[in-house]
C-alpha cells in the first residue's frame, strides 16, 4: 500500500505502468477472441453488418482507449530525453485520435446501414464527448507545446494533465458503458456463456488499466 512521507509516495510507478502493460496486453486479447471468435471478424464494409460493428468497440479499447493509455504514461515508461518523450506522446495520442474517429465512423455506418437512429444512449453521449474533447486537447497541446515558437505559460501545464487525464477517465467510462450497451443487445445476459465471460472480463480489464495508468501519473518516476 501506497503511504506518504512529506507530498511523495513511498513506492514509484513501475508497479503501476507494468500492471498497466499487463492490462493492455489483456484487453487486446480479450477483444480480439471476442470479435474474431464470437463474432465473426472485423470489416469497415460488409455484406454482414456485424463486421462493421465489431470495428467499433475493437477501434475503441484497442485503438483508442490502450493507445491513448500507453501515451500518458511514455513520460514514466520510456528512458529518453524529454524531448523524445514528448514526441512518442504526441504521435501516439495522434495514432489514438484517428483510431478513435474511425471507430466512431464505423458505429455510424452500422446504425445507417440498419436504420438505427444514432446518439440514443448514454454511452454515445460520454463517447461523442470523449472524443470532441480529446480532439480540442489535443489541439490545445500542439499549439501550446509543439506549434513553432509556442510558449506555454508554467501556470497552464497542470490543467493540461488534469484536462488529459478527465478526458482518459471519460473513455474509460463511455467503454464500460459500451460494453455493458452491447451485453444488453446481443443477449448475452439471456444466456450466460464463454462470450460472456469475455465481455465482462473485458470491462474488468478496461477498469483496471484505467486505475494502473492514473497510478502512473501520480507516482514518481523509478529512472
Known amino acids: 500500500m501506497a503511504t506518504k512521507s512529506g507530498s511523495s509516495f513511498l513506492i514509484s510507478a513501475t508497479p503501476a505502468t507494468v500492471i498497466a502493460h499487463l492490462m493492455g496486453i489483456a484487453i ?24 462493421i460493428f465489431n470495428m467499433h468497440p475493437f477501434l475503441m479499447l484497442v485503438g483508442f482507449i490502450f493507445v491513448s493509455g500507453e501515451a500518458i504514461i511514455a513520460y514514466k515508461t520510456i528512458p529518453v530525453t524529454r524531448k523524445t518523450q514528448k514526441f ?3 504521435k501516439l495520442h495522434l495514432i489514438a485520435l484517428l483510431l478513435g474517429i474511425l471507430g466512431i465512423y464505423a458505429i455510424f455506418q452500422f446504425q445507417s446501414d440498419l ?31 509543439w506549434y513553432p ?7 497552464l501545464i497542470p490543467w493540461h494533465y488534469f484536462g488529459g487525464m478527465v478526458i482518459f477517465l471519460m473513455a474509460i467510462c463511455s467503454a464500460e458503458t459500451g460494453l455493458m450497451d452491447a451485453f444488453k443487445s446481443l443477449g448475452l445476459g439471456l ?7 469475455i465481455v465482462n472480463f473485458t470491462g474488468i480489464a478496461v477498469l483496471f488499466f484505467g486505475i494502473a495508468i ?6 514518481p518516476r523509478s529512472y
Open 28 to 51: 487486446i486479447t480479450l477483444v480480439l477472441v471476442w470479435v474474431l471468435h464470437f463474432r465473426g471478424g472485423l470489416a469497415l464494409k460488409s455484406e454482414n453488418k456485424g463486421k
Open 191 to 197: 444466456e450466460f456463456n464463454a462470450e460472456s465471460y
Open 149 to 155: 515558437r509556442a510558449a506555454t505559460p508554467a501556470r
Open 115 to 145: 436504420g438505427i437512429p444514432n446518439m440514443r444512449t448514454l454511452h454515445s453521449w460520454l463517447g461523442m464527448g470523449t472524443i470532441c474533447l480529446f480532439a480540442l486537447q489535443f489541439l490545445f497541446g500542439f499549439l501550446s507545446f
Open 88 to 90: 512518442i506522446h504526441m
Open 214 to 219: 492514473t497510478l502512473s501519473v501520480i507516482l
